[in-house]
């Protein structure tokens, strides 16, 4: 019996379990046992999915990107309500480099995918947060270190906690982030820490590099 076997689970769907495994298995190679890594990941999965079921997007269809973009449309009225939402915010959106690849790409993804990375993402920010809280940091210093090292996603047009080039990005560039960052760190390393430390933020940096073209 395989160690994903042990985890396995009825109360969830073929996909919400295949989303499981694949995060505890991230979890394990970056060096977390099997036992927390189980205990992070389903915790997280669970919250993922009662969010989305009261967002009502739990059931979205697979190609939900391509009706977005219009390369598919629907007579659903569910859809085209959550279509009509989620749409309004695209022009603001486009203004920050988002194509219609890229909403392609995030949203034909299952929204327990989509709602899996963020979640990992905001740990990964948390964990930061906090050693170098245990550092020595303030709150405000180690608040300022994430901005500058992680790139921050949300709504653009939230300007809570930050504005202008340093208000969140939209989640539909994730991937092309990924792969910039990528490349970025299997090159100069040193030339790259200097650009993010000139930044005021990573979405600044970020911002700057794709009216570069460089992402």
Known sequence: MGIFDLFKSSKYSKMDQQILESTIQNYIATGFSPKDAKDMSTSMLDSC??????????????????????????????????????????????????????????????????????????????????????????????????????PIYGDPEDITNASGDDRPLPYELKDRINLYIEKKVKGNTDEYRDEIERSSSFNSLIRKEIKANNI
Not at 82 to 109: S, T, Y
Request: proline share 3%; charged share 35%.
């Open 49 to 150: 999915i009662a969010q989305s079921k009261k967002d009502g997007t739990y059931d979205l269809p697979g190609n939900f990107g391509d009706i977005m973009i219009g390369a598919v449309h629907t007579s659903d009225p569910i859809l085209a309500k959550v279509f009509d939402k989620i749409r309004e915010k695209l022009p603001i959106k486009r203004q920050d480099g988002v194509k219609d690849e890229d909403i392609k790409w995030w949203w034909n993804l299952n929204d327990i995918e989509r709602r899996m990375m963020i979640a990992q993402d905001d740990a990964s920010k948390l964990n930061s947060f906090m050693t170098d809280r245990k550092k020595g940091m303030s709150k405000e210093e180690a608040a300022v270190r994430v901005r500058k090292y992680f």
